[in-house]
């Protein structure tokens, strides 16, 4: 099977990956999660056999990086919230609390609404990255914005 | 608001910081993996007085060098496919080639030191004449047939043009050196005005002929 080089994955999708990562474990973190991630892919690369779906593949690696940081990290808010104030002036847009609000959610159900909502995917592909079912996903992406709702009412 | 706005407005601050950030992200990875031995392929495409050009190295040295009519894309694709997909943009790897062939376009090298890999050339026959190329000093020319020879086989002369013609590493495999015994430049893989220029800039051709 011809794979592509494998230059041609970093370019065309290292902007997704790190936009997937920032949001998921936050800007100091992402750097590391985003190398773990590509150099995974890369030790694995050469004996891929299904090139039909790089992006997929490659955002599975990095879901599952997500996930073991916030295994290590336990159940801390992400540290996304102080970014602003050193990337960027503050923004109504941020919206720290949401983001608080997000990082307190189950990793399966956190990573799904990152994938939906943030990223925009659809629903098979958010299950592809989470490697469950797209039920599963729908499942996952429903019960964490039901919790995000919940716990905005309870905010207000 | 509703969630699914808040949640897509997140990312809006920092969109702009994203492409840089990636970048930057992408380019110590790489690094990373050459320290980890998990590039195979590093390549970099350089300009030069004759063009574009693809140079990729292997962990043994150089391994291609292509002139480029237009974007890398289906030689790095060939490359992928014929040595491995683990291929990287990876100025680090390709540094010694590329400095070499910068003081050989600039008259301050003669002789190319750099490693070759030559995992792209049949052993063999094909890999004897690019040795005996190999070995053709700045400056001189030979023909197919005295190639043949050195490569131990006479009346291969030929054959021993092809073998010319598939050089992975043209300039520094100096395969413009070889000639038809006939006369004039002959052919060249990488178009005759390339020959021509190289063999003008070696002092070996005089004239406009």
């Known amino acids: 099977m011809n794979l592509p080089p494998f230059q041609r994955l970093l370019d065309e999708h290292r902007v997704d990956v790190y936009r997937f990562l920032v949001a998921s474990v936050g800007r100091q973190a992402a750097d590391d999660c985003f190398q773990e991630t590509f150099l995974s892919a890369l030790r694995a690369y050469p004996r891929l ?27 801390k ?4 919230e102080r970014v602003p104030e050193r990337e960027a002036p503050e923004r109504a ?63 207000a | 608001m509703k969630l699914t706005e808040r949640a897509g407005g997140i990312m809006k601050g920092w969109d702009e910081g994203l492409e840089e950030a990636s970048r930057r992200a992408a380019e110590s990875t790489v690094t990373a993996a050459r320290s980890r031995g998990l590039v195979d392929v590093g390549y970099t495409v350089v300009d030069s007085p004759i063009g574009s050009l693809l140079v990729a190295s292997t962990r043994v ?29 990876d100025p680090k790897r390709t540094e010694a080639a590329r400095r070499q062939l910068d003081a050989y376009f600039d008259g301050r090298v003669k002789r190319f030191r750099t490693a070759l890999d030559w995992s792209l050339t049949r052993e063999g026959f094909s890999r004897r004449v690019l040795e005996a190329t190999a070995a053709i000093p700045f400056g001189s020319v030979t023909t197919y047939r005295d190639v043949a020879k050195r490569a131990g086989s006479p009346r291969a002369a030929r054959a021993a043009g092809n073998a010319l013609h598939d050089n992975p590493i043209p300039i520094v495999v100096p395969c413009h050196r070889v000639v038809p015994s006939g006369g004039g430049v002959g ?3 990488g178009q005759e005005w390339r020959k021509e220029f190289l063999l003008r800039l070696e002092g070996a051709l005089h004239g406009s002929d």
Do not use: C
């Open chain 1, 49 to 75: 056999r299904d090139a039909s779906n790089l992006r997929g593949w490659l955002f599975t690696i990095a879901t599952r990086k997500a996930f073991d940081h916030w295994r290590v990290e336990g159940r």
């Open chain 1, 93 to 155: 847009d941020d919206d720290p609390e949401l983001w608080r609000a997000v990082g307190t959610l189950p990793p399966m159900q956190r990573a799904a609404v990152i994938h939906r909502y943030v990223l925009d995917l659809p629903y098979a592909d958010v299950a592809q990255a989470l490697g469950i079912t797209e039920e599963a996903a729908r499942a996952n992406t429903y019960e964490g914005r039901k919790r995000l709702r919940s716990m905005q009412e309870v905010g």
């Open chain 2, 61 to 89: 040295g150089l391994v291609r060098l292509e002139y480029l009519d237009g974007d890398p894309d289906d030689a790095l694709e060939e490359l992928a496919g014929t040595i491995s997909p683990r291929l990287l943009e």
């Open chain 1, 77 to 80: 808010p992400v540290p996304v």
């Open chain 2, 187 to 189: 052919k060249y893989g």
